[in-house]
């Protein structure tokens, strides 16, 4: 079966294929040729997975799922949530100089300052239109921010966040370890389960 995953992540999409197995097809984006931006400007990851999955459905009539991310931090209410990729650029924006994650993590370590109540989470949500219905699946991995940043493997805010049972933040953890217990390994899993039983 050919499913699509709507993303230019080739590295996202060669690990999903490989967890899918020979009974799917999956095309990205590129394979498409879907060069705009996809809309995802809801408040919520819920909507933005729904939109970008809904959006792709609607242009080309072909099932297709889309995720989205967000670390979730209890003492900032949830922040930066959806806004995980742009935090340090919204509102007032600080560190304009530096690379965004680097500025994102420097204004999280901030806004945590003096807070020792750090616990936090990633969540993902996986919105998929099979055949003109919706499903979702959703993975979440529980943690805490870190007091400083340590590690430089993994991406985004790797450095700060250490799952719950671990000594070492997700840029310290070897590769393999992180995408076996990430909230995007847990959401994936869901969805593959949900397409074996079909
Ligand atoms: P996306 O929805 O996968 O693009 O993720 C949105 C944002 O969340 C990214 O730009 C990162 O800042 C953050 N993020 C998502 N997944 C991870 C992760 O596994 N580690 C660290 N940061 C992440």
């Known amino acids: 079966m050919e499913l699509i995953f709507a993303t230019n992540n080739r590295h996202k ?7 899918l197995g020979d009974n799917y097809t999956l095309l990205g984006l590129s394979d498409l040729d879907v060069s705009e931006k996809i809309p995802e400007d809801h408040e919520t990851l819920e909507e933005n997975a729904s939109q970008k999955a809904w959006y792709i459905y ?3 009539k072909r099932s297709c799922f889309a995720d989205d991310t967000g670390l979730e931090v209890t003492a900032l209410n949830g922040a930066p949530g959806v806004y995980s990729a742009r ?11 530096m690379e ?3 500025g994102n ?3 999280l370590l901030l806004e945590m300052e003096g807070i020792s109540g750090r ?4 969540r993902t949500v996986i919105a998929l239109v099979l055949n003109g219905t919706e499903y979702q699946f959703e993975g979440v991995v529980k943690g805490e921010i870190a007091l400083s940043s340590s590690g430089n493997m993994g991406f985004g805010y790797d450095p700060v966040f250490r799952p719950e049972g671990y000594n070492e933040t997700f840029a310290l953890m070897d590769l393999s370890l992180k995408n076996r217990i990430s909230h995007r390994a847990r959401a994936i899993n869901k969805l593959i389960e ?3 039983g079909m």
Do not use: C, M, T
């Not at 999409?13 to 967890?19: D, F, M, P, V």
């Not at 616990?119 to 990633?122: C, E, H, L």
């Open 58 to 60: 609607n242009k080309f």
């Open 100 to 102: 965004p994650a680097a």
């Open 13 to 19: 999409l060669k690990e999903i294929s490989a967890l």
């Open 105 to 107: 993590i420097r204004k």
């Open 194 to 196: 949900f397409l074996k």
């Open 119 to 122: 616990a936090a989470q990633f």
């Open 87 to 97: 935090y340090s650029r919204i509102g007032h924006p600080v560190f304009p100089e």
